[in-house]
């Protein structure tokens, strides 16, 4: 009977170390959307942080256009178990935007237009860990990935990242999103594998 030497598998795991549990390499880029792609046309979209007071400050696409760049190369996860390493996107840093607002809120609800919604802890779109995107791998944003414009939150499931972004609104109380209130995990860390509630 054959069997593996111990070194085997060790050899294999030690050479995806960027390889959350449970995941596997994806070298394509799948397409996930619930629902039919909204078209959004750059010139139509607009971006609104609403706060917990109700206070709102509103970016159009040449506002947006005008702002700092960055040009993350990130790994990104689906909670369908697929990693992609090495993606590379601009887009403007959320810690630009929140520059410009003031709020006490712990909590944000991410919103698409088509009405998707996902939550986040504030503090997770801060610091460095999240833009909005328009471009990816040197071109505009494919519709189907999210264009014109879809938030990017790499540490976490991507979910999280909701494409077609119109807003951000602050929250003092955590509010389950679209997946979540179906059961996927508030949070939704990929090294913790924290896919549905209770993980
Ligand atoms: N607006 C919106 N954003 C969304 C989704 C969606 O259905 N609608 N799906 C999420 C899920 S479950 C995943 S895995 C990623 C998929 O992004 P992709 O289609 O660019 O691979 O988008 C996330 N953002
Ligand atoms: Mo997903």
Redesign the pocket.
Known sequence: MATLSPGFRGRSRAAEPNLPPGQYVAHDFPV?TAGPTPRVPAERWEFTITTETGEKRTWSWDELRALPAETPTVDIH???KWSKFGTSWKGVSLDTLFEEVESAADYAMAHSYGGYTTNLPLEDLLDGQAWLVYDYDGEPLHPEHGGPVRLLVPHL???KSAKWVRGIDLLLEDEPGF?EAAGYHSYGDPWREQRYQGD
């Open positions: 996930l689906c909670v369908t499931y991507l979910w997946w």
